[in-house]
């Protein structure tokens, strides 16, 4: 077996063994090792395919069929149901009513009268680029490798001296029918070839086996890239060679956090956007390079790759090391930069634009490049923000691969236009679920470890926010991060040690959360404590404790997020979670009662004065949340039972008794309290309170 240093030779003979005469199986592994490759394809991108007979429910013949990677799903993750079923001989049959390239959008629709099985994926626009070639076995790829060949200037002679006329070219073209057509007519004027160039975009290869097509593909690719590391070497340094140093690592951090909430703010004027930030040693060198101001602005060359990042990047201008804690001169220095950046895009759409195109989208930048710094990448979700930026990485591959072999070059605007605002991509946007209510939006729950907190973070998250959890207990913090990948996924859940005594690990989460997601919409200061004690035994120490963390810390959490808040410029939600307590006079409560009594005081003094930055600042009081709550361990239990003169297990009976619902408090009921505030419903709404008690008459605010 060949050796493979640029590629991943993933094949377990074992496994395939095990999956002999099921084609439509081994195409399904097949495509999970490529996509487990970045190298060989993007996230998202690309697609494979197999023919093979199967019996026509009509009739009871055997019939070829093909099964092909349908529209959207990802080569990595894809099972079965991410295929598309189709007829070959329906398929290759409307070659007979095609008319030409102004009709490629209406034969998308006469692609569903091939297919053979009803339940199967829609298929994708690259169906007829699998369905006119006759190989059993096919696969669509975009390695940056190959993408630096098709996307330079000297491609096509490049392709034909490279692999001595194996490999054939074809001329960009939209991707659709038409393209399909090109692909046939390559091969029948070069028989024998074993595999395709798509001009600016990507690869076709291919064998009779799945084994075949996915050797042949590692080693088309893995000659590519070892060309390119040749080249490049000869050519060193890349990109015309340093224009400017990157700062240490930790600065870089460091100002990344600072500045991310107010690009955030800037990116976010028509759409709140989440962000995701990267300092990757490939983007430092291009962002770095002298070349960065030439190659920048021409975008991107394959669909793939400006689909995620739009036409170009912005690139800023401010220094290094510049200082950010002049919020204001900062603003004012990136302002024109983005008036700048959406004239481009509105220019480039109003030129570009057909009688039938889509409304004009977003113009805001998805890609910001801070020279010596790193990369910013803004979007609807952490997901699409992450992959808009591993796809820039993608492109900037191919432009240093390009420029060591000829020169890159990017697809005309016009062309791009048509594949951004392709009718059919203006439909499937068209298709995707509406945002949830806190879709764009992002969470710090602090004591969010378990009980009250993480009921609010986890509600937060099913509604689609971006959720920071924090706790000062590193095991609990732990478990909950674990959980909450499990249930939500990696992105949507960020974790920090936080204590909200200590004003240096407030700083540090904050800085965290605008460092994963560009910022912080939602604070719900949730963390406490309780000691229940009579006056007499009261300590100082009990006293400054309580006080520390209910009062001092709630102060902390709030100060230092709105700092983030107002360089956003967006608004804001504080929630603070208080208690019954804060209301209502009871027996050997005296430090805990008065600490919660100083929290609802200051979040109506916070309230009264953040409303002209549309920052509100709300209550929520519960009453009696013993499940999973941290308050109830230690001695407050013993110390509740008696006072009230009954049992630790009659405490949740006796409160659910003597309230007027007669109803048990849940960790869930306060967090749809928190929801009610902040999921728009409520949004002209500050200084207020919600009493979570199941009734309790003399906690009436009025």
């Known amino acids: 077996m060949k050796?493979?240093?640029?590629?991943?030779?993933?094949?377990?003979?074992?496994?395939?063994?095990?999956?002999?005469?099921?084609?439509?199986?081994?195409?399904?592994?097949?495509?999970?090792?490529?996509?487990?490759?970045?190298?060989?394809?993007?996230?998202?991108?690309?697609?494979?395919?197999?023919?093979?007979?199967?019996?026509?429910?009509?009739?009871?013949?055997?019939?070829e069929v093909m099964w092909v990677k349908g529209s959207g799903g990802?080569?990595?993750?894809?099972?079965?149901?991410?295929?598309?079923?189709?007829?070959?001989?329906?398929l290759r049959s409307l070659k007979n009513v095609y008319k030409g390239l102004s009709q490629e959008d209406e034969m998308v629709a006469l692609f569903n009268h091939c297919i053979y099985d009803l339940a199967s994926k829609a298929p994708s626009i690259d169906t007829p680029l699998h369905g006119f070639l006759p190989f059993k076995h096919?696969?669509?790829?975009?390695?940056?490798?190959?993408?630096?060949?098709?996307?330079?200037?000297?491609?096509?002679?490049?392709?034909?001296?490279?692999?001595?006329?194996?490999?054939?070219?074809?001329?960009?073209?939209?991707?659709?029918?038409?393209?399909?057509?090109?692909?046939?007519?390559?091969?029948?004027?070069?028989?024998?070839?074993?595999?395709?160039?798509l001009g600016s975009h990507g690869l076709f290869t291919w064998g009779d086996t799945a084994f075949e097509s996915y050797i042949n593909t590692l080693e088309?690719?893995?000659?590519?890239?070892?060309?390119?590391?040749?080249?490049?070497?000869?050519?060193?340094?890349?990109?015309?060679?340093?224009?400017?140093?990157?700062?240490?690592?930790?600065?870089?951090?460091?100002?990344?956090?600072?500045?991310?909430?107010?690009?955030?703010g800037f990116c976010s004027s028509q759409t709140k956007m989440i962000g995701h930030f990267t300092d990757d040693d490939r983007v430092l060198?291009?962002?770095?390079?002298?070349?960065?101001?030439?190659?920048?602005?021409?975008?991107?060359?394959?669909?793939?790759?400006?689909?995620?990042?739009?036409?170009?990047?912005?690139?800023?201008?401010?220094?290094?090391?510049?200082?950010?804690?002049?919020?204001?001169?900062?603003?004012?220095?990136?302002?024109?930069?983005?008036?700048?950046?959406?004239?481009?895009?509105t220019q480039?759409?109003?030129?570009?634009?057909?009688?039938?195109?889509?409304?004009?989208?977003?113009?805001?930048?998805?890609?910001?490049?801070?020279?010596?710094?790193?990369?910013?990448?803004?979007?609807?979700?952490?997901?699409?923000?992450?992959?808009?930026?591993?796809?820039?990485?993608?492109?900037?591959?191919?432009?240093?691969?390009?420029?060591?072999?000829?020169?890159?070059?990017?697809l005309p605007r016009q062309e791009a236009f048509n594949i951004e605002y392709w009718l059919l991509e203006e439909a499937k946007l068209q298709r995707m679920p509406k945002p949830k209510a806190l879709s764009g939006r992002i969470a710090l729950v602090t004591g969010s470890g378990g009980g009250i907190g993480k009921a609010i973070a986890k509600k937060f998250a099913t509604e689609g926010a971006c959720v920071v959890l924090s706790d000062n207990n590193a095991e609990r913090l732990a478990e909950a991060k674990h959980e909450f990948i499990q249930l939500f996924g990696k992105d949507a859940v960020a974790a920090s040690i936080l204590d909200v005594t200590s004003a240096a690990t407030i700083a540090q989460t904050i800085s965290h959360a605008a460092l994963h997601f560009g910022g912080i919409d939602l604070i719900v200061n949730n963390a406490g404590l309780s000691i229940s004690k009579t006056i007499e035994d009261h300590s100082e120490q009990d006293w400054d404790l309580l006080y520390d963390v209910l009062v001092k810390g709630q102060m902390l959490v709030t100060q230092n997020a709105i700092g983030v808040m107002r360089k956003q410029n967006l608004g804001g939600d504080i929630i603070n979670i208080v208690s019954k307590n804060a209301l209502v006079s009871g027996p050997n409560n005296a430090g805990y009662g008065s600490a919660k009594a100083a929290q609802l005081h200051l979040s109506r003094l916070n309230a009264a004065e953040l409303g002209k930055d549309k920052i509100r600042v709300n209550v929520v009081n519960p009453d009696a949340v013993i499940a999973g709550s941290n308050i109830w361990s230690g001695g407050w239990a013993e110390g509740r039972a008696k006072a009230y003169g009954i049992k630790v297990e009659e405490l949740p009976a006796y409160y659910a008794g003597r309230t007027l619902l007669n109803e048990i408090i849940l960790p869930e009921d306060i967090a749809n309290a928190c929801f009610a505030y902040v999921g728009g419903l409520l949004s002209k709404s500050t200084g207020n309170t919600i009493n979570v008690d199941g009734g309790i008459a003399a906690s009436f605010v009025r």
């Open 220 to 264: 088309v690719i893995e000659l590519c890239a070892e060309y390119l590391q040749e080249k490049i070497s000869k050519k060193s340094p890349s990109f015309a060679g340093k224009k400017i140093e990157a700062i240490a690592s930790n600065d870089r951090l460091t100002q990344a956090a600072a500045l991310a909430p107010i690009l955030r």
């Open 138 to 197: 096919i696969d669509h790829l975009h390695p940056d490798a190959a993408i630096a060949i098709a996307a330079s200037k000297d491609g096509e002679k490049i392709t034909k001296e490279l692999f001595k006329g194996k490999i054939g070219w074809v001329p960009w073209q939209k991707p659709g029918f038409d393209l399909g057509l090109q692909l046939k007519q390559c091969l029948d004027n070069n028989p024998g070839i074993i595999g395709i160039m």
């Open 348 to 410: 480039y759409y109003e030129t570009c634009k057909h009688p039938n195109s889509p409304a004009i989208r977003d113009s805001n930048p998805v890609i910001i490049l801070y020279p010596g710094v790193g990369m910013f990448s803004f979007a609807k979700d952490k997901q699409t923000a992450r992959v808009a930026a591993e796809f820039y990485i993608n492109a900037i591959n191919v432009m240093k691969g390009a420029e060591a072999i000829s020169a890159y070059t990017s």
């Open 3 to 63: 050796e493979f240093k640029h590629v991943s030779y993933l094949w377990d003979d074992q496994k395939a063994k095990s999956l002999a005469g099921d084609e439509v199986a081994l195409l399904v592994y097949r495509s999970n090792l490529l996509g487990a490759d970045l190298r060989l394809t993007n996230y998202g991108g690309g697609n494979t395919s197999c023919k093979a007979m199967a019996k026509d429910p009509l009739t009871g013949n055997e019939v």
């Open 285 to 345: 060198e291009f962002i770095n390079s002298n070349d960065l101001d030439r190659l920048a602005p021409l975008g991107t060359s394959c669909p793939d790759h400006f689909l995620r990042t739009k036409i170009s990047p912005l690139v800023l201008n401010i220094a290094p090391n510049e200082d950010l804690t002049k919020v204001d001169d900062i603003k004012q220095k990136l302002s024109p930069l983005f008036v700048a950046y959406r004239a481009m895009y």
């Open 74 to 90: 990802d080569l990595g993750t894809m099972k079965r149901d991410g295929l598309a079923a189709l007829y070959v001989d329906k």
